[in-house]
T-cell receptor, first 113, second 114 residues
Framework: AQKITQTQPGMFVQEKEAVTLDCTYD???????LFWYKQPSSGEMIFLIY??????QNATEGRYSLNFQKARKSANLVISASQLGDSAMYFC??????????FGAGTRLTVKP | NAGVTQTPKFRILKIGQSMTLQCTQD?????MYWYRQDPGMGLKLIYY???????DKGEVPNGYNVSRSTTEDFPLRLELAAPSQTSVYFC?????????????FGQGTRLTVV
């Protein structure tokens, strides 16, 4: 069964606007971690933001914020004031247990000038 | 601070050949991982290690082997390469403290088996 689901294969956003990338997850654990990574065309994996399952507040890192809705098992990434350099693949991931980190299929974001 | 370093960056193998993908990290992380990323897909865990001398299988271990003789190094061995192993391979490491530590990735190795 798919642990991490990203339902948007591709998204477009106008420069300077905000965009939300969806992520839902499936787990029976009470304690887990959620991550978002950015993969530009150069191929490297860049860590963006982390949310722990027990964190009561939504995580924020600069222009990135994570809209965490635990009951709905969703962890959407919000990018504010999009920039051309935000064009990339974005992956949602979940860690259950010590080492098992599962990734979604990704969303390709294109920022239009 | 180099972080996680993978070599080579690119490699073409013939069917049946073998090779070792090298990975080293200088952050003193206990946990290290190997992932593969097929075109248009997310990452799948091949093998992982929680410390020197300790390794375990991930989601897709068939056709691969690993070893962890030091904290810094975690090589991935491909025996009898097959076209299905054409992929981009990522090595990663994470902090030893806490289950929710962020994984830091190497630049990736693009492998083509022909």
């Amino acid at each position: 069964a798919q642990k991490i689901t990203q339902t948007q294969p591709g998204m477009f956003v106008q420069e300077k606007e905000a965009v939300t990338l969806d992520c839902t997850y499936d787990t029976s654990d009470q304690s887990y971690g959620l991550f978002w990574y950015k993969q530009p065309s150069s191929g490297e994996m860049i860590f963006l933001i982390y949310q722990g399952s027990y964190d009561e507040q939504n995580a924020t890192e600069g222009r990135y914020s994570l809209n965490f809705q635990k009951a709905r098992k969703s962890a959407n990434l919000v990018i504010s004031a999009s920039q051309l350099g935000d064009s990339a693949m974005y992956f949602c991931a979940m860690r259950e247990g010590e080492v098992d980190m599962r990734f979604g299929a990704g969303t390709r974001l294109t920022v239009k000038p | 601070n180099a972080g996680v370093t993978q070599t080579p960056k690119f490699r073409i193998l013939k069917i049946g050949q073998s090779m070792t993908l090298q990975c080293t990290q200088d952050m003193n992380h206990n946990y290290m991982y190997w992932y593969r990323q097929d075109p248009g897909m997310g990452l799948k865990l091949i093998y992982y290690s929680v410390g020197a001398g300790i390794t375990d299988k991930g989601e897709v271990p068939n056709g691969y082997n690993v070893s962890r003789s030091t904290t810094e190094d975690f090589p991935l061995r491909l025996e009898l390469a097959a076209p299905s192993q054409t992929s981009v391979y990522f090595c990663a490491s994470s902090y030893p403290d806490g289950r929710w530590s962020t994984a830091f990735f190497g630049q990736g190795t693009r492998l083509t088996v022909v």
